[in-house]
């Protein structure tokens, strides 16, 4: 994909949505920090019910620590991997307290030394928090990147540091979020809604991915065993990374 089609894809989804932002619901830093911990494999639905409660319970690093393992444990247990999510949070908050006055650090080695956080959660407190033009990869994003061959990789790094090289500095800041929602609500992965899409026209994704209904049918009429090979390996390739290398460790 060449630099004038990149544009084009991001000036349409900036005209879309001016000022995208996470589906998260958070007031401050630390609140955002721990939404992310709390949304590793689970959805943002999902988080979005809890922290209101765990928040109004523990409006700070502070106030979190004291509340404890047990504690948050009880706002979180219905959102998959709870146990180990209030472990972490309470940990990261005993470092917060000890290392960073109960500060959510603007610093991306600090980031990822607390517990529960890894790459992709460090890129979103960066982006959300503090508005560094910093680009978390997803498994939505994984997949758009790669769908439409705007920065195709074939590992979560790979594709980040792909947009970082290619996206235009003027939509660096608001990439993860365009990118994501049009993954979530768009370009999804069993079916892409390319007939509501505004960058459909724009798109690199092969045929048997704009129209898998008909990529099936012909596959079907062809028969034999290499149809069979092809769908094996394109479903392969349609996986992506793991649910670990996307979402492990934030």
């Known amino acids: 994909m060449n630099r004038a089609r990149r544009q084009a894809i991001f000036e349409r989804l900036r005209a879309a949505n001016p000022n995208p932002t996470t589906e998260l619901e958070y007031r401050n830093p630390f609140e955002l920090l721990v939404a992310v911990i709390l949304s590793a494999q689970a959805t943002d639905v999902s988080v979005n019910r809890a922290t209101p409660g765990l ?143 505004t960058i459909a026209d724009l798109c690199e994704a092969p045929a048997s991915v704009r129209d898998p209904g008909r990529a099936r049918a012909t596959s079907a009429r062809r028969g034999g065993a290499g149809s069979a090979v092809a769908r094996k390996s394109s479903r392969r390739r349609a996986v992506g990374p793991s649910s670990e290398e996307v979402d492990g460790g934030g």
Do not use: S
């Open 55 to 197: 928040f109004a319970a523990a409006a700070d690093a502070r106030a979190m620590l004291a509340l404890g393992v047990d504690g948050v444990r009880q706002h979180i247990r219905h959102i998959g991997l709870f146990n180990a999510k209030a472990k972490n949070v309470v940990e990261a908050c005993r470092i917060l307290v000890e290392r960073h006055a109960g500060e959510v650090p603007r610093d991306r080695e600090a980031l990822e030394a607390l517990p529960g956080v890894g790459r992709k959660t460090a890129n979103v407190v960066l982006n959300t928090a503090f508005g560094e033009p910093t680009i978390a990869v997803d498994t939505h994003i994984f997949r758009v990147a790669n769908r439409t061959r705007i920065a195709p990789g074939r590992t979560v790094r790979q594709v980040e540091e792909a947009l970082e090289r290619t996206t235009p500095a003027e939509f660096k800041r608001d990439a993860h979020h365009w990118l994501i929602l049009h993954g979530r609500y768009v370009c999804t992965a069993r079916r892409p809604r390319c007939d509501a899409c």
